[in-house]
């Protein structure tokens, strides 16, 4: 296993030469709309003084809340509706569609409806020897962690295998590796470093 850097696109893989040839493996069925877990609606004024983490285009999440509406929001919503990082944006006032968009969308009204969707919790253990066959992609300016975008023959998927309540899949964000967080660049330095024992603690999203 290697790690390829792409320095002028800001992203690096973690594969192996034979697994980026490989056919890609879908480890779980796309979920329609109404069937997605966990979604809930905050209503914010045009500062909701939330920022987003766009390097997915197809996966929006919250990077960091700072003063704002969302703020105030979160001083007497319950717990199940705070809104927090890593929760992923579905809908700006009707619109779905690429993190570009509900950007643009979030900041184009007066007053906000956001449909949010809060991340499963999964904790990942793999062995090695083995190929791990996954691709992880982070932007080193904007992403809050490296998210899954292929997962081919290997632990993996031996994992979503033998363990399908606690799979993970494409879109997935990798929070802490073996019990620690760090950056993006850190964490993928981690994950190739690893001899034996891979912990991963990962945000999963149903996509």
């Known amino acids: 296993m290697f790690c390829c850097c792409?320095?002028?696109?800001?992203?690096?893989?973690l594969t192996d030469t034979k697994l980026r040839e490989a056919a890609l493996i879908?480890?779980?069925?796309?979920?329609?709309?109404?069937?997605?877990?966990?979604?809930?609606?905050?209503?914010?004024?045009?500062?909701?003084g939330i920022l987003l983490?766009?390097?997915?285009?197809?996966?929006?999440?919250?990077?960091?809340?700072?003063?704002?509406?969302?703020?105030?929001?979160?001083?007497?919503?319950?717990?199940?509706?705070?809104?927090?990082?890593?929760?992923?944006?579905m809908e700006v006032n009707g619109v779905r569609g690429t993190s570009v968009q509900l950007a643009k969308a979030l900041g184009g009204s007066d007053s906000l409806s956001i449909t949010l969707q809060r991340p499963e919790e999964r904790v990942v253990k793999l062995e090695r020897p083995g190929e791990i066959g996954v691709v992880l992609n982070y932007k080193k300016m904007g992403s809050k962690a490296p998210w899954i975008t292929k997962i081919s023959a290997g632990l993996l998927t031996q994992w979503n295998e033998n363990y399908p309540e606690q799979s993970v899949t494409m879109?997935?964000?990798?929070?802490?590796?073996?019990?620690?967080?760090?950056?993006?660049?850190?964490?993928?330095?981690?994950?190739?470093?690893?001899?034996?024992?891979?912990?991963?603690?990962v945000f999963h999203y149903a996509v």
Request: hydrophobic residues 30%; charged residues 35%; negative net charge.
């Open 171 to 201: 879109h997935d964000r990798i929070k802490e590796v073996n019990g620690t967080g760090g950056s993006p660049e850190e964490l993928m330095s981690m994950i190739k470093e690893a001899k034996k024992t891979l912990d991963l603690r």
């Open 6 to 13: 792409k320095e002028a696109g800001g992203e690096e893989e």
């Open 53 to 89: 983490d766009v390097t997915d285009p197809e996966c929006t999440i919250i990077k960091e809340i700072t003063d704002g509406a969302a703020a105030e929001w979160n001083k007497t919503a319950g717990v199940g509706k705070t809104v927090r990082p890593f929760d992923r944006v």
């Open 26 to 48: 879908k480890t779980a069925a796309a979920m329609d709309e109404e069937s997605i877990p966990d979604q809930f609606v905050v209503t914010l004024s045009s500062t909701p």
